[in-house]
């Protein structure tokens, strides 16, 4: 079956740091890959995608590079602000165009201190 | 303009009971997703609506679950006899028809939740 392994957290860092969150997947098919982001008091939302191997997804700072030799899409950014503090979730979808349902890892919870 | 909403935003009952939650996805998104995710986990896959009809259920956990979406909008999840164990957050999500912009991508959008507690 398909599924997503990510990083435990809660993950604690300073204001300015480098962040890492590991993503690993496994799919029966050639998967698109995304991270989205729960703010506190929010709901889900899409932070970035790629839709096919060596693609990079970027948005707010944070990137993730689609490597399917290591089955891989790790999010990071280089310095985090206290904004960033949230649950991360790496997710894929089997479909091309986002016709089909979402995976979602556990989620990381990330937070920041100034 | 208006996002995914879903009502009620909480709800509590008790074991055995029937339970009702809804969603109205955003105007004109033709794909609605449920979802349920149990504390401390990511959101699981229940069911999908292409329009009318159910594309794909095979994440309803039983069939104390059941879901409608009849005239292609506002989608209604049905809980029979609940247990302490279906005690999670819904959520819904709607998406637009057919292929997106840039990179072809149509992204599902998702509304609040409704958090449920069964006692």
């Known amino acids: 079956g398909n599924s997503v392994t990510q990083m435990e957290g809660p993950v604690t860092l300073s204001e300015e740091a480098f962040l890492t969150i590991n993503c690993t997947y496994t799919a029966t098919g050639y998967p698109s890959l995304f991270w989205y982001v729960q703010y506190p008091g929010e709901g889900l939302q899409l932070l970035l995608k790629?839709?096919?191997?060596?693609d990079k997804g970027s948005n707010k700072g944070f990137e993730a590079t689609y490597r399917k030799e290591t089955t891989s899409f790790h999010l990071e950014k280089g310095s985090v602000q206290v904004s960033d503090s949230a649950v991360y979730f790496c997710?894929?979808?089997?479909?091309?165009?986002?016709?089909?349902?979402?995976?979602f890892g556990t989620g990381t919870r990330l937070t920041i201190i100034p | 303009g208006a996002g995914v909403s879903q009502t009620p935003s909480n709800k509590v009952t008790e074991k055995g009971k029937y339970v009702e939650l809804r969603c109205d996805p955003i105007?004109?998104?033709?794909?609605l997703y449920w979802y349920r995710q149990s504390l401390g986990q990511g959101p699981e896959f229940l069911i999908y609506?292409?329009?009318?009809?159910?594309?794909?259920d095979s994440g309803l956990p039983n069939d104390r679950f059941f879901a409608v979406r009849p005239e292609g909008s506002v989608s209604t999840l049905k809980i029979q006899r609940t247990e302490r164990g279906d005690s999670a957050v819904y959520l819904c999500a709607s998406r637009s028809k057919g292929a997106g912009g840039s990179g072809g991508y149509n992204e599902q959008f998702f509304g609040p939740g409704t958090r449920l507690t069964v006692l």
């Open positions: 609506f292409q329009g009318t009809g159910a594309a794909d």
């Open positions: 105007s004109g998104h033709t794909a």
């Open positions: 997710a894929l979808s089997l479909g091309w165009f986002g016709n089909e349902k979402l995976t």
């Open positions: 790629a839709t096919k191997a060596d």
